[in-house]
């Protein structure tokens, strides 16, 4: 018996009436009052559905099917419950409304599992009240050192502390973590991209998240009269920016896949017409599945920008401010996921994920695997974030597959 694609929409709905925003969209933010409805809500659906339902300390949501004994392993799903600001229905919630809907199914059609079956609903990921990533997930695998959070406050002024605490909180001292005993963790996500869509597909097997580098970088040149300098006489910063991004969105094109490079913030001064520009600041974001390609595609270009601005005689400063391994998941999971949609008859594509996710964190303490479903037009962090229902019910479908598979 399948998961009907109305039951779906049903609970998507239903997780969405928390934290609707007037201006559109989803706005769910860590420890915010739609938050902690959301939160307590799903706490009474897990219990009604038979399971125990306990926050740790930090503010995950754990809800556990107690297996039939046989083994005192756990299988455990789940994902994000909070948004970005004005986000759609599904980023992080089709993991949670869908891994509940997965184990439902599961109970409802072939009763208690030999394993536990879990489901964490984690506090949050998206970094978009607090300058902090990850607060769910960094949780569950450790504790987050309480100097990390000190002193940082969200865009009113409200500190991480006092409102982790208004919700009853507070940071990690237990030393048991909800990921004790878990044998595997499998999370169900929108793909955020496009690629299942073009290439026609309907579930993703995601094989490895990508590993990312982010940079900023400052060139300081010489600001100066529009009309008197003469072009041979000229620092300026935007030429330099200007050759550095051709040549290096060049690169980065014939690399092709699964490379990604971004230029996506530029700030230039003096910002105006009529003055060569003196200083640019902008960044760079450079995405690879493999260490090793994106650490020499990287240092490959830092060189090249390094040339680019001594032939103008500009100066330079590179500075990499984050340097994210990529992260393979689990291969026997990957393959088990793909035998799942194999028998199903899902027209699947083994894919890497060029987004972030919970399952990043866990995977290097707990074998790790996840699936996407589509994303229409490639659409998310926006209120028109959507995937057809009979996708998003095929997802579901091949979680409660996959989930069979190891618990029962
Ligand atoms: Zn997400």
């Known amino acids: 018996m399948s998961i009907t694609p109305e039951e779906v929409v049903a609970a998507r709905d239903w997780l969405a009436s928390f934290g609707c925003d007037e201006r559109g969209g989803m706005t769910r933010l860590l420890f915010s009052k739609s938050w902690l409805a959301a939160q307590l809500a799903l706490k009474q659906r897990f219990e009604d559905l038979g399971m125990t339902a306990e926050f740790d300390e930090v503010g995950n949501l754990v809800g556990t099917y107690q297996g039939s004994g046989e083994s005192e392993e756990i299988i455990a799903t789940g994902s994000h419950v909070d948004t970005v600001v004005q986000g759609g229905k599904l980023d992080g919630a089709l993991g949670i409304f869908g891994g509940y809907l997965a184990i439902k199914h599961l109970i409802e059609n072939y009763g208690t599992p030999k394993k536990s079956l879990r489901i964490i609903s984690m506090a949050e990921e998206e970094g978009s009240r607090f300058p902090f990533v990850f607060w769910g997930s960094k949780n569950l ?140 600041l902008f960044s760079m974001d450079c995405r690879h599945t493999d260490k090793a390609v994106l650490h020499s595609f990287s240092e490959a270009l830092e060189a090249d920008m390094v040339r680019i601005a001594a032939q103008h005689g500009v100066t330079i400063e590179i500075e990499c ?23 199903r008859g899902d027209n699947y594509l083994v894919m890497h994920s060029g987004a972030g996710h919970d399952s990043q964190i866990i995977a290097p303490h707990v074998p790790t695997g996840m699936l996407f479903v589509p994303s229409i037009d490639g659409v998310s962090h926006n209120p028109a974030e959507d995937t057809d229902p009979a996708d998003l019910a095929r997802g579901i479908d091949a979680l409660a597959g996959v989930l069979h598979k190891l618990a029962y």
């Open 141 to 280: 695998v450790g504790c987050v050192p309480a100097a990390d959070i000190q002193g940082i406050a969200d865009s009113e002024g409200v500190s991480f502390v006092e409102a982790m605490n208004d919700c009853g909180f507070s940071p990690r001292t237990q030393t048991s973590s909800p990921l004790d005993k878990v044998e595997a963790f499998v999370e169900l996500h929108i793909e955020q991209g496009n690629t299942l869509e073009m290439e026609g597909s309907s579930v993703g097997v995601v094989n490895a998240i990508a590993g990312q580098r982010r940079y900023n970088i400052h060139l300081h040149g010489q600001a100066n009269h529009a009309g008197t300098t003469r072009m041979c006489y000229r620092h300026d910063v935007v030429q330099v920016f200007a050759e550095i991004v051709s040549s290096s969105l060049a690169k980065a094109n014939e690399a092709g896949d699964p490379l990604v490079l971004t230029f996506g913030h530029i700030e230039v001064s003096p910002n105006t017409v009529n003055v060569v520009p003196g200083e640019a």
């Open 321 to 343: 401010w984050m340097d994210e391994d990529p992260v393979p998941m689990n291969l026997e999971l990957v393959s088990l996921i793909e035998q799942t949609c194999k028998e």
